[in-house]
């Protein structure tokens, strides 16, 4: 059996089977990869800001995956290393889900330089999968340097995936006038760079239209600097090329003032808060009787004879008392 450290280090002279099996641990709920996986990413050098990550999210049947098979190509033609991390929603009834977004970026995932990975959310909500932080290290690691991200849906998602990635890419379908304006207005202030996408044909005509509309609204009343607005055609590569450049340099001229660095100090710090509270779940779950008294506090809630906030403080306050005692 491979340990974590032959595992980190197999990982970290690029050997893409290592990268899947260690994705494959960190995302496993088994106790004991659980523990395999934490000593693994002790073994993990400290990421550094010359990689880029971007979080691709945007209305549903708006391209993102055919659109990051297209960017993805632009990245490694200048010269990156690209790794993809797809998103799929799990069924909350089978615990199964689709993963097909690996089948509309072929092209992408032929190139030696890439390497695509389809991960169910489990159940997470904000659009991500549980382990996406720490996909990305494993990704950084094995000398990945430009990481997407794409979330499932639009609404919740640009949030949760902004708290992870230098970038937020936010695509729309070109000409969808009355889908935009109904968005709230946070979901587009979310977004770093902005992309219609489908601009292909007769549609590429009335695309500018929304385009110049939409600068336009950016500029009243923001409060951070403007997202920039670009045209695209994933199908047909129009602007695909521009929109690497756009998304790079933005990275670059993060990188050169400081504010990038002080973005991802933020986002380890709400993975901290995040991991704190995971692990005294865990341990609260590990104490002797848990399961019993997790049970017990379950159906005074059901029946209705103490509230869910009351009966989560009798659990915490009992396990404390254990404790001190």
């Known amino acids: 059996m491979t340990s974590s450290r032959e595992l980190a280090e197999a990982l970290k002279s690029g050997d893409r089977r290592a990268l899947a099996k260690a994705i494959t641990l960190i995302e496993s709920t088994r106790a004991a990869d659980r523990e395999a996986a934490r000593e693994l990413l ?37 010269g990156r290393r690209v790794a993809v991390l797809a998103v799929d929603p799990t069924s909350r009834q089978s615990g199964g889900s689709v993963l097909g977004d690996k089948t509309r970026m072929s092209r992408l995932a032929a190139q030696g330089a890439a390497f695509v990975r389809p991960s169910p959310t489990l159940g997470v909500l904000g659009g991500t999968a549980a382990r996406t932080r720490e996909v990305i290290s494993l990704c950084e690691a094995a000398g990945y340097d430009a990481i997407f991200v794409e979330t499932v849906g639009v609404g919740q998602s640009e949030e949760h995936v902004a708290s992870m990635v230098d970038c937020v890419l936010l695509v729309l379908l070109a000409g969808a006038g009355d889908e935009i304006s109904a968005m709230k207005r946070g979901i587009l202030e979310a977004a770093d760079v902005i992309a219609f996408n489908k601009a292909d044909g007769e549609r590429a005509a009335f695309v500018e239209n929304d385009a110049a509309a939409m600068r336009a609204s950016l500029t009243l009343g923001h409060e951070r600097s403007v997202p920039s607005v670009r045209i695209v055609s994933a199908l047909e590569g129009t602007g695909v090329a521009d929109l690497w450049t756009v998304l790079a340099d933005r ?17 380890r710090l709400e993975w901290f808060e995040t991991a704190l509270a995971e692990t005294l779940l865990e341990v609260f779950a590990q104490r ?38």
């Open 42 to 78: 002790r073994e993990l050098p400290e990421p550094s800001t010359a990689s880029l990550r971007i979080g691709v999210t945007g209305v549903p049947g708006a391209g993102k995956s055919t659109l990051i098979d297209a960017l993805g190509r632009a990245a490694i033609d200048a």
């Open 288 to 325: 002797p009787g848990a399961e019993s008294a997790h049970r017990a506090a379950a159906i005074s809630v059901t029946e209705g004879s103490a509230s869910p906030s009351e009966a989560a403080r009798r659990l915490v306050e009992g396990w404390l008392r254990e404790k001190s005692g």
């Open 251 to 267: 990275h670059r001229d993060a990188s050169a003032s400081g504010a990038l660095h002080e973005r991802r100090a933020r986002q």
